[in-house]
């Protein structure tokens, strides 16, 4: 059974950073991509970040580049999204997202969905 | 202002079918990109219901379909149950933004 269970979010201050954790089993992690999707409150879903199996390629929407930075470590199955200089408007659920695919492209779609972290960026 | 466009709001009684549209432009859908389509029930994360404009994953019910033509698509919903009250959001790639996109989003109220 394909498990995604993020971690890490929490109240954190404007200019401040945090580190999201995304932990997976029931499947062969090393094998797939992987991206993060956030939800502000009571709004929409937003593209945040991708990344390739090997971690050697990685993509970022323009509202985080710069600032977030995603990584992976295959030896512990676990996806990482380390974010810095946040901004009230980073505030949001953010999801851990698999796709079958090595590789992100145009055609990807996103399954399963971890059951998401809140973060919240407030003084 | 999202780059795929989806109505606010749809509603429909109990048994009967419902539409949400995705609106696009060349640089996504027009372009030939697939469009995906996800199910948030409240307080729950998304869940994948239609992937490659038209494809079902087991597990979800025929009732659920959708389709593609030039730069929008359409999720129809036949039968219509109490438990399909969710938001619906579709999902596609923007050449022009070289990234993942969704729409804003559709709440779906069965009256």
């Known amino acids: 059974d394909v498990q995604l269970a993020e971690s890490g979010g929490g109240l954190v201050q404007p200019g401040g950073s945090l580190r999201l954790s995304c932990s997976a089993s029931g499947f062969p992690f090393s094998s797939y991509a992987f991206f993060w999707v956030r939800q502000a409150p009571g709004r929409g879903l937003e593209y945040v970040s991708g990344i390739s199996s090997k971690g050697d390629n990685t993509y970022y929407a323009d509202s985080v580049k710069g600032r977030f930075t995603i990584s992976r470590d295959n030896s512990q199955q676990t996806l990482y999204l380390h974010m810095s200089s946040l901004k009230p408007d980073d505030t949001a659920v953010y999801y851990c997202?698999?796709?079958?695919?090595?590789?992100?492209?145009?055609?990807?779609?996103?399954?399963?969905w971890g059951q998401g972290t809140l973060v919240t960026v407030s003084s | 202002q999202s780059v795929l466009t989806q109505p606010p709001s749809v509603s429909g009684a109990p048994g009967q079918r419902v539409t949400i549209s995705c609106s696009g432009s060349?640089?996504?859908?027009?372009?030939?990109?697939?469009i995906h389509w996800y199910q948030q029930l409240p307080g729950t994360a998304p869940k994948l219901l239609i992937h490659?404009?038209?494809n079902r994953p087991s597990g979800v019910p025929d009732r659920f379909s959708g389709s593609k033509s030039g730069t929008s698509a359409s999720l129809a919903i036949t039968g219509l149950q109490p438990e399909d009250e969710a938001h619906y959001y579709c999902q596609s790639y923007d050449s022009s933004l070289s990234g993942w996109v969704f729409g804003g989003g559709t709440k779906l109220t069965v009256l």
């Open positions: 060349r640089s996504n859908i027009g372009t030939g990109y697939d």
């Open positions: 997202v698999k796709i079958v695919a090595a590789t992100p492209d145009p055609y990807n779609w996103f399954d399963p």
């Open positions: 490659g404009n038209s």
